[in-house]
């Protein structure tokens, strides 16, 4: 467990470690003349909500239109979502969007990955990028690609996703910051080791790459990790990028059970992963370790969480040898560590992000650390159940544009049920 | 090599000149710490504590030998337990396992110096004030005389340096932070002292980060640090032993407690301000200078300096602030130790050597390059002369292990024996002497105290006494052990050659270059508790009657001997007991509160008054029994009862004559003008006392009197002898009473030696000084000549007797014993102590001296080795009593 600490601890605090390797996660100060040629894939699946805005950010970037083509790729029984893209198109006369529609199963993400793949056109710079339907995308992230492109010539790029809402719920905090460590942090320390769980959006691939492998695996719960993990072990070049200026805004869930539907998808995902034995792949030792790490940690946090209370009853109710009592107390110290890191990178998000400084946020953080790694445990224990039941179907989570100025989402989304927005509670980005 | 010593040490260019620089400096280092470094300073017993808790650590697992009682943090010796371990055991280098220890602290210190080094180096990038610095530290002889011994400070340096060397790392990393986080933890978990410098650290950290990384590196070592730390506080409180027992976290059963020995090392001496003379900072302060004044002077001045000076140099500045910190906790107004200072030095030395080569820097660039060499040599020249030479020459511990090995030779090894700790590591942990104990351990550790030696300070067999058991029983810190001291006598002297000025007598040590073995008297101990529960037994009846019965006859001056006993005995039941008796008995006269003198028993064992007549003596001595029980007890009937018997003395004893006022040996002597007067009535010491109950009498006036007369009748004398009985005449002679007294009037005997004992109640008066100082020559001489004092001499000090006895040559032991403890414990040895019964506790025959019994007693007392002084007594022996002076 104390190495476990020190693990999560070291990766939490990656980038941090040396300015220089900092500085070197930033996107590029100048940008090079646009040459590669990008086709978006937004999977999508009843975002009528929130679909509009992601087609209009996405279409307004800064990048020759000719070079970037959208892809909304919609089941074609999903008609309020396929009406509100093709509504957001004509209006705005997007030129390089289209709807793509399936009608065969399974109706999940990467197989509607899959459909844009091979709709999208073949060539030696020809690159497809993956955005969720409620992502607010950032004008400059084609720059960045195409620039990193032409610079290092990697197979795959990680650009940072980062969730926004901090305040939204109490667990809010917590998850917007395990977004920001994941993808400033801990994405950099796997690109440099060559072992790569990639993030679900804004990432980069090159289409004839994608195309060898067979694309996305449809039976997985996690087929952005699933893929990253199939890439990295053949040998992929992948490289990430993290800028706050320049990442994909995103929203946490909206409840604490679509949290844990989310997460379970997530674990469950991992371990399927782990079960299909890619980890054994790797070239070294230490990149099978870190992927075994990786994938089990599911499994561990389910185990640490159904431990934990029984190591605190003994160590205070049972008389054991007092090393080992001592011992029992670890998590304890870690928790206090991972506040003082959370305060801190909350402290950094909110500095970096320019977003309104909420000083009862530090006091949430601390308080509600418990209860979320208690929601985190519990999700792992529920991913670990349902798998041994075989329960693998995916429970999406539902996205209301939490993160974006909300008005101008309802002025473009006629079937909005205002009533219901009204309920939810929202945060307003100072953006 | 280079490119090893580049990357973890010095971090930026490294050219092989600096490496040969640094070779030297470690070099000079290195030398000026190891020459003569097993002989000084003297094993201080702090060193052996720490030694023999790691190996009790490396050896069973515990954290100490004794119950630990959390007074220091254990990761200090658990790290010098690792250094036993690795050199397999305690011996590698020598018997004594202190050499191991300070060969371990010889190795932390050549590193200390080397991160001393590092760091200046990195504050200034001057190789010359490193190097300064460098020297300072490594040649002051402050560092040499304390930097030398294994104590938790010298470690916990090591591990500060070290904290910095990470902290002052450039380009500044995250890892360097957790680093210096760890490493600091380490250094507080081996001393206490260093959490002090926890806020300039934290902004050395600060200065160093960059900016991007700044928050993190200063929480990353704030959290690091902290949870580190905890550790020790969560260990105590998994053991039951963070709360203080008694409260309501800390349960009800007796236990050790982290907060109770923080709370009373907290507060650990007295507050006062650190320029009040009476403060441990000045005191400590006196020492240091006197030690090393210019480390403490010149780094003073360039402490100011440096907060003054260099507005650029930030880093300076946290160097500087780091020193205050440390000088801050010194002067915080609590106990200070001697060897605390320890920790200011390589701050002190760096400060010096940053402010030095400023200058020197400037002359560099403004002077010619032998103008430069000769100003750097002059300053490591005066550095040298500075450091001077006892740490070079002085042999301080030859004595020390002399007496350890005396105890090898001579001791069995399952003797109980009273250590000083210095010796604790070889006797117990290396020879195996398992009830060898550390004196501090005996004194507070209730389980060796009372589960080893049950509370009777009789059952130390041996003692091995040094400087700093004689410092600590000065300090009234060792009073269990001080018991055992005072009834012991010396076997092993290992004084030789020491610069230590020694007074054993008045518990004076100067230096621990010495040591000593005792042999506790066995005889002697617990005497007088022994030989009052045998008076009682023999001589006082159930209803509180004392019998002489030699002559089955009771008298007042036996019934007021008891009565003081009693109050000494601290035994309230006797005192009610024989005072209720001596009330209804003897306090029947018609006209006066006073007491009639003398009851018979006949035959049949029932009592008759033979004389109404009062005996002066009796009356103030049991007139002053009363006012001690009522100090002693609080009750004011005592004092009220005592009011009127002194009343009435002075109504019918004390007589003014030619404007001077005489003590009269009885009331039936007022109505004539020729006074009888026995000069061992006289009592200055009861009218100062009868003075403060009964201040409309001029008491004073008496005792003043009293002295003038005392010294008259002695002055008759060409031995310095005084008579058993006077007569003052009307004009105020002195002539002979042999016409009233039926025998010995004229000559010393019986009654005037107790005159020894009157002076030396009083023995802080000059005038009874003055009158013992003759007395004291004459027994002197009587002793030198004869190997006795006799029971009886004429005035020119020829023997009337061919025998001694044990009532006067107690009453001369009383008298030796206020200016030559060492002649009165001699005599006290051959003349009392052999006539003293083990089997029946009593002093010559048993049956028919109830006047030996009480004096012996009285001897005992004087001399302070009954071994129950401290339950105080009314003979004025409030101050520790002292140790007869074996020198």
């Known amino acids: 467990m104390m190495l476990q600490g020190m693990i999560t601890l070291y990766l939490t605090l990656y980038v941090w470690e040396d300015p220089v390797r900092l500085k070197n996660t930033a996107s590029p100060e100048k940008f090079a003349e646009a040459h590669m040629r990008f086709t978006v894939l937004i999977p999508a699946k009843n975002e009528y909500k929130v679909i509009d805005k992601t087609i209009q950010s996405i279409a307004a970037a800064h990048y020759p239109k000719l070079l970037v083509e959208i892809l909304i790729i919609c089941e074609e029984k999903d008609i309020s979502t396929i009406q509100a893209a093709k509504l957001s198109i004509n209006r705005s006369r997007v030129t390089n969007a289209r709807v793509i529609t399936f009608n065969d199963t399974p109706v999940n993400k990467p197989h509607g990955l899959n459909k844009g793949l091979f709709a999208a056109q073949e060539g030696i710079n020809e690159i497809v990028v993956i955005f969720d339907a409620e992502d607010e995308v950032n004008p400059e992230i084609f720059n960045i690609a195409n620039t990193l492109y032409i610079k290092d010539k990697p197979d795959i790029i990680q650009a940072g996703v980062q969730l926004m809402n901090y305040r939204s719920h109490w667990f809010s905090g917590h998850n917007v910051l395990e977004y920001y460590f994941w993808f400033k942090s801990r994405m950099h320390f796997h690109t440099k080791v060559g072992m790569v769980p990639l993030g679900g959006n804004t990432v980069f691939f090159r289409t004839n790459l994608l195309r060898k492998v067979?694309?996305?695996?449809?039976?997985?719960?996690?087929?952005?990790?699933?893929?990253?993990?199939?890439?990295?072990?053949?040998g992929a070049k992948i490289l990430a990028t993290y800028d706050p200026r320049h990442v994909t805004k995103e929203e946490t869930p909206n409840s604490v059970s679509q949290f844990i539907k989310q997460r379970t998808r997530w674990n469950q995902g991992f371990m399927q992963i782990l079960g299909l034995g890619y980890w054994n792949n790797y070239d070294t030792f230490f990149k099978k370790a870190l992927c075994f790490y990786t994938l089990s940690f599911p499994i561990i946090q389910a185990i640490l969480l159904a431990v934990t209370p029984v190591?605190?009853?003994?160590?205070?109710?049972?008389?054991?040898?007092?090393?080992?009592?001592?011992?029992?107390?670890?998590?304890?110290?870690?928790?206090?560590?991972?506040?003082?890191?959370?305060?801190?990178?909350?402290?950094?998000?909110?500095?970096?992000?320019?977003?309104?400084?909420?000083?009862?946020i530090y006091l949430t953080l601390i308080i509600t650390l418990i209860p979320y790694q208690f929601l985190l445990g519990l999700s792992a224990i529920r991913a670990v159940l349902r798998e041994l039941r075989g329960l693998n179907n995916w429970e999406k989570t539902i996205h209301h544009g939490l993160h974006r100025d909300m008005e101008k989402v309802i002025s473009f989304i006629p079937e909005f049920n205002k009533q219901a927005f009204r309920t939810i509670q929202y945060e307003r980005p100072s953006l | 090599m280079k490119n090893l010593i580049t990357k973890l040490f010095i971090h930026k260019k490294t050219s092989y000149q600096e490496i040969i620089l640094v070779t030297v400096l470690l070099l000079i280092a290195g030398v000026a710490h190891a020459w003569n470094m097993f002989h000084f300073p003297y094993f201080e017993n702090d060193e052996a504590t720490y030694v023999s808790q790691a190996w009790s650590f490396i050896h069973t697992g515990k954290l100490t030998p004794y119950t630990y009682y959390y007074d220091h943090a254990p990761v200090g010796w658990i790290f010098l337990g690792m250094w036993f371990f690795i050199t397999g055991g305690l011996t590698t280098f020598g018997q004594n396992p202190l050499i191991s220890g300070r060969i371990f602290i010889f190795i932390l210190h050549m590193f200390s110096v080397l991160f001393l080094y590092i760091i200046t180096k990195r504050v200034t990038r001057q190789k010359l004030a490193a190097s300064l610095a460098v020297i300072v530290f490594s040649?002051?002889?402050?560092?040499?005389?304390?930097?030398?011994?294994?104590?938790?400070?010298?470690?916990?340096?090591?591990?500060?340096?070290?904290?910095?060397?990470?902290?002052?790392?450039?380009?500044?990393?995250?890892?360097?932070?957790?680093?210096?986080?760890?490493?600091?933890?380490?250094?507080?978990?081996?001393?206490?002292?260093?959490?002090?410098?926890?806020?300039?650290?934290?902004?050395?950290?600060?200065?160093?980060?960059?900016?991007?990384i700044k928050s993190w590196a200063v929480a990353l070592w704030f959290i690091v640090s902290l949870v580190l730390i905890s550790l020790y506080p969560l260990y105590a409180l998994l053991k039951g032993e963070l709360f203080p027992s008694g409260t309501f976290l800390g349960g009800s059963h007796p236990h050790v407690s982290l907060i109770t020995t923080t709370l009373q090392q907290g507060g650990r001496g007295s507050f006062a301000f650190p320029w009040e003379h009476q403060s441990a900072f000045y005191t400590n302060l006196q020492e240091w200078l006197a030690r090393d004044p210019w480390i403490i002077i010149i780094g003073s001045i360039c402490l100011l300096a440096s907060m003054i000076l260099n507005e650029r140099y930030r880093e300076?500045?946290?160097?500087?602030?780091?020193?205050?910190?440390?000088?801050?906790?010194?002067?915080?107004?609590?106990?200070?130790?001697?060897?605390?200072?320890?920790?200011?030095?390589?701050?002190?030395?760096?400060?010096?050597?940053?402010?030095?080569?400023?200058?020197?820097?400037?002359?560099?660039?403004?002077?010619?390059?032998?103008?430069?060499g000769i100003t750097v040599c002059f300053l490591i020249a005066l550095i040298f002369i500075n450091s001077g030479t006892p740490a070079f020459t002085r042999d301080e511990t030859t004595n020390q292990e002399k007496a350890v090995t005396w105890i090898e030779q001579h001791i069995p090894k399952n003797a109980y024996i009273a250590i000083d700790n210095y010796a604790y590591p070889q006797l117990h942990d290396v020879d195996g002497y398992k009830n060898a104990d550390f004196v501090y351990k005996i004194q507070y550790a209730p389980e060796i105290r009372q589960g080893k030696y049950h509370s009777n300070p009789f059952n130390i067999q041996y003692l091995l006494i040094t400087h700093e058991e004689i410092i600590q029983m000065k300090g009234k810190q060792l009073s269990f052990i001080e018991k055992a001291f005072n009834n012991s006598e010396l076997i092993m002297d290992a004084t030789k050659n020491t610069t230590s000025y020694l007074n054993i007598a008045d518990l004076i040590s100067t230096n621990g270059d010495w040591a000593q073995v005792y042999k506790v008297d066995s005889i002697n101990a617990g005497l007088l508790i022994d030989t009052w529960r045998n008076y009682k037994r023999n001589f006082i009846t159930d209803s509180g009657q004392v019998i002489d019965k030699s002559t089955w006859v009771t008298t007042s001056e036996g019934q007021s001997y008891a009565m003081l006993r009693s109050v000494t005995m601290n035994d309230r039941v006797e005192f009610d007991r024989v005072w209720q008796w001596t009330k209804e008995n003897m306090q029947v006269r018609k006209n006066d509160k006073l007491f009639s003198w003398e009851i018979t028993l006949d035959a049949q064992g029932f009592n008759h008054l033979a004389d109404t007549n009062s005996a002066s003596d009796a009356d103030e001595d049991i007139a002053l029994a009363l006012y001690h029980a009522y100090q002693k007890w609080g009750d004011p009937a005592y004092l009220a009862q005592s009011k009127e018997i002194v009343n009435d003395i002075w109504k019918n004893e004390v007589v003014k004559q030619n404007n001077t006022y005489y003590f009269i040996s009885g009331p039936q002597q007022q109505q004539s003008t020729r006074l009888l007067i026995n000069p061992s009535y006289l009592a200055p010491y009861n009218y100062k006392m009868f003075e403060k109950i009964d201040p409309k009498h001029n008491w004073l006036g008496l005792a003043n009197d009293s002295y003038a007369l005392l010294d008259k009748i002695q002055s008759n004398s060409k031995a310095g002898l005084i008579s058993n009985w006077v007569t003052v005449e009307a004009n105020g002679d002195i002539t002979s009473a042999s016409d009233l007294i039926v025998a010995g009037a004229d000559s010393y005997g019986y009654d005037a030696f107790r005159v020894n004992w009157r002076m030396a109640?009083?023995?802080?008066d000059p005038r009874a000084i003055q009158i013992l100082k003759k007395l004291d020559a004459f027994y002197q001489s009587e002793w030198q000549k004869n190997n006795m004092i006799y029971a009886e001499y004429d005035m020119t000090g020829k023997p009337l007797s061919q025998y001694s006895d044990i009532a006067t040559t107690a009453g001369a032991i009383i008298g030796l014993n206020a200016l030559h403890q060492n002649i009165a414990y001699t005599i006290y040895k051959n003349a009392i102590t052999t006539q003293f019964h083990t089997n029946g506790m009593y002093w010559g025959e048993q049956s028919v001296n109830y006047y030996n019994q009480n004096w012996g007693a009285f001897a005992v007392q004087y001399l302070g080795v009954g071994g129950v002084n401290t339950v105080g007594n009314k003979f004025g022996l409030t101050s520790t009593p002292k140790k007869v002076s074996k020198k």
Request: aromatic residues 10%.
């Open chain 1, 214 to 234: 067979g694309g996305w695996n449809e039976t997985c719960l996690t087929e952005d990790a699933e893929i990253g993990i199939r890439l990295s072990s053949a």
């Open chain 2, 139 to 212: 040649l002051s002889p402050l560092e040499l005389y304390f930097g030398r011994r294994v104590l938790l400070d010298n470690i916990m340096i090591f591990w500060v340096l070290l904290s910095l060397v990470f902290a002052t790392n450039t380009p500044h990393r995250l890892r360097d932070s957790f680093l210096s986080a760890v490493t600091f933890a380490i250094a507080s978990l081996s001393k206490e002292n260093a959490l002090f410098l926890a806020p300039a650290i934290l902004y050395i950290i600060w200065l160093y980060s960059q900016p991007r």
């Open chain 2, 316 to 372: 300076i500045k946290a160097i500087a602030l780091t020193a205050i910190l440390e000088i801050l906790f010194l002067a915080r107004g609590n106990l200070v130790i001697d060897f605390y200072i320890l920790a200011v030095l390589p701050l002190l030395a760096m400060i010096i050597g940053i402010m030095i080569a400023r200058p020197v820097v400037w002359a560099k660039n403004h002077i010619s390059p032998l103008g430069y």
């Open chain 2, 761 to 764: 109640e009083d023995s802080n």
């Open chain 1, 311 to 360: 190591t605190i009853y003994l160590g205070i109710f049972n008389k054991f040898p007092l090393d080992l009592s001592l011992l029992s107390f670890i998590p304890l110290l870690i928790v206090c560590t991972q506040m003082v890191i959370n305060v801190v990178g909350m402290k950094e998000f909110i500095h970096e992000q320019k977003l309104a400084h909420h000083k009862t």
